[in-house]
């Protein structure tokens, strides 16, 4: 058991590192290798593994097989403490799909998560969702004005 950890953290610290080079990227076997260290690693519970790989089956991934595992690793990830992966999860419900229709509240939800987590976009799209409202979600001023604040608070500087 103390091997097989130690084996998949070689592996997918070595994977991250290949990462970065764009002509390993483009390699098939070795590209191969390089998820089944991402995956691995996830499966072993590594909350940065579980945000990393889920954001790359998320967006890169091929089919919506890929798509859901995305969505399920990112889910893990937020629930284990990931900020990034709570707001993506957010956006993700927030733009909903074929199966499941735009839900502001989870959208909310996962955001506020986020925003615990020190996440100031997620902030700040929840002071914009709580002032528009949305599918589920009526607006609410008071929310908007806390949440825009504290973006401001997490570091948010608007463009322009």
């Given at each position: 058991?103390?091997?097989?950890?130690?084996?998949?953290?070689?592996?997918?610290?070595?994977?991250?590192?290949?990462?970065?080079?764009?002509?390993?990227?483009?390699?098939?076997?070795?590209?191969?290798?390089?998820?089944?260290?991402?995956?691995?690693?996830?499966?072993q519970?590594?909350?940065?593994?579980?945000?990393?790989?889920?954001?790359?089956?998320?967006?890169?991934?091929?089919?919506?097989?890929?798509?859901?595992?995305?969505?399920?690793l990112?889910?893990?990830?937020?629930?284990?403490?990931?900020?990034?992966a709570?707001?993506?999860?957010?956006v993700q419900?927030l733009?909903?799909?074929?199966?499941?229709?735009?839900?502001?509240?989870?959208?909310?939800?996962?955001?506020?998560?986020?925003?615990?987590?020190?996440?100031?976009?997620?902030?700040?799209?929840?002071?914009?969702?709580?002032?528009?409202?949305?599918?589920?979600?009526?607006?609410?001023?008071?929310?908007?004005?806390?949440?825009?604040?504290?973006?401001?608070?997490?570091?948010?500087?608007?463009?322009?």
């Amino acid at each position: 058991m103390i091997l097989w950890r130690l084996r998949a953290g070689i592996g997918y610290w070595i994977a991250r590192r290949l990462f970065h080079w764009r002509w390993v990227m483009r390699q098939p076997r070795a590209w191969a290798w390089m998820e089944g260290q991402f995956s691995r690693m996830a499966a072993q519970d590594h909350v940065p593994a579980q945000s990393f790989y889920g954001h790359i089956l998320l967006f890169r991934g091929q089919g919506f097989g890929a798509r859901e595992e995305g969505l399920r690793l990112l889910r893990l990830a937020a629930e284990g403490g990931d900020g990034k992966a709570a707001y993506q999860v957010g956006v993700q419900c927030l733009a909903g799909d074929s199966r499941h229709p735009a839900d502001a509240s989870a959208a909310a939800r996962w955001w506020v998560r986020a925003a615990e987590l020190g996440h100031p976009l997620a902030a700040q799209r929840l002071g914009q969702l709580y002032l528009d409202g949305g599918p589920n979600l009526t607006p609410d001023a008071s929310l908007a004005e806390r949440f825009f604040r504290s973006a401001e608070t997490l570091g948010f500087r608007p463009k322009g």
